[in-house]
C-alpha cells in the first residue's frame, strides 16, 4: 500500500490513533498534519499521516512534550527525510553517470545512524573545549548546577581536563542557548528537548555522511572520465 495515499475520512484516522476528530483539526492547525482534500473538501488522512499522530501522542502523551516542543521535533523529522531524499537523488544521478564504468561501485547505503559512519576529521574551532563551567553558566545565564543536571541528562558533553576539569566549548555553549530557549521561552521539558537535540545531532551528522559520499562519488567520476581520456589518446589513428 502507497503509504502517502488519502484513505481514511477524519472519523477512521481518529480512531486509529485513539483520538478526538477535534484533536486532529487543531493539530491541522498548528500545521502538524496536513490531510489532503478529496474533491468534495473532505479532509483525507494517509498511512504515513496516520504513522505521524500516533508519534505526536507518544510525545504528547508519553513524554508530555508540548505543542511547541512537538512542532520542532516534527520539523527536524521533516528535514531529516528530506536530507535522505536529496542524497538518494544525487548518489542516483551520479551513479548514472558514471554508467557501466562503475559497476563495481555499489550503491552507498541509506544514511547510517549518528553512531556509525562519522568520518574522521580535524577539531574545528567551535568544537575546541575552552571554557570552565563558571565561565559557560555565566554565557548563557544559567546557573552551574543547570549545566551539571543536563549533562546528567545527556543533553550536554563537556570535555574533561587532565585534572578532569568541565570543560565546554563553542558549541556547547550554542547547544546550551537552544536548550534555554526551547524550556523558557517555548515551555518545552526535558524529554522534548531531550528528542529535539538528538535529531538535530542525527541531522548534522548525515549532513557530514551526505557530503563525504557524495564526493566520494563525485571523485570516482572524476577518475572514470580521466581513465576514459586516456584510453583515447592510447588508441592508434588510422593512416
Request: glycine share 8%; net charge positive.
Given at each position: 500500500m502507497d503509504k502517502d495515499r488519502p484513505v481514511y475520512i477524519i472519523s477512521v484516522a481518529a480512531e486509529l490513533v485513539d483520538m478526538h476528530p477535534q484533536t486532529l483539526r487543531l493539530y491541522e492547525r498548528k500545521g502538524l498534519i496536513e490531510p489532503k482534500r478529496s474533491g468534495g473538501k473532505t479532509r483525507?488522512?494517509?498511512?504515513?499521516?496516520?504513522?505521524?499522530?500516533?508519534?505526536?501522542?507518544r510525545l504528547t502523551q508519553e513524554l508530555g512534550v508540548n505543542l511547541a516542543g512537538v512542532e520542532e521535533i516534527m520539523r527536524l523529522r521533516e528535514e531529516l527525510w528530506a536530507l535522505e531524499q536529496r542524497f538518494r537523488t544525487e548518489a542516483e544521478r551520479l551513479q548514472?553517470?558514471?554508467?557501466?564504468?562503475?559497476?563495481?561501485?555499489?550503491?552507498?547505503?541509506?544514511?547510517?545512524a549518528p553512531s556509525e559512519g562519522k568520518p574522521?576529521?580535524?577539531?574545528?574551532?567551535?568544537?575546541?573545549?575552552?571554557?570552565v563551567i563558571s565561565v559557560a553558566a555565566e554565557l548563557v545565564d544559567m546557573h552551574p548546577q543547570t549545566l551539571r543536571l543536563y549533562e546528567r541528562k545527556g543533553l550536554i558533553e563537556p570535555k574533561r581536563s587532565g585534572g578532569k576539569t568541565r570543560l565546554y566549548s563553542e558549541r556547547d555553549v550554542e547547544k546550551l542557548r537552544e536548550i534555554r530557549r526551547l524550556t523558557q521561552e517555548l515551555g518545552v521539558n526535558l524529554a522534548g528537548v531531550e528528542e529535539i537535540i538528538r535529531l538535530r545531532d542525527e541531522l548534522d551528522s548525515q549532513q557530514v555522511h551526505l557530503e563525504a559520499e557524495v564526493a566520494r562519488l563525485r571523485l570516482a567520476l572524476l577518475r572514470?572520465?580521466?581513465?576514459?581520456?586516456?584510453?583515447?589518446?592510447?588508441t592508434p589513428t588510422a593512416g
Open positions: 483525507l488522512y494517509s498511512e504515513r499521516d496516520v504513522e505521524k499522530l500516533r508519534e505526536i501522542r548514472k553517470e558514471l554508467g557501466e564504468k562503475l559497476q563495481a561501485l555499489r550503491m552507498p547505503p541509506a544514511l547510517p574522521k576529521r580535524h577539531v574545528p574551532d567551535k568544537e575546541r573545549p575552552v571554557y572514470e572520465l580521466g581513465s576514459g581520456e586516456g584510453e583515447k589518446e592510447k
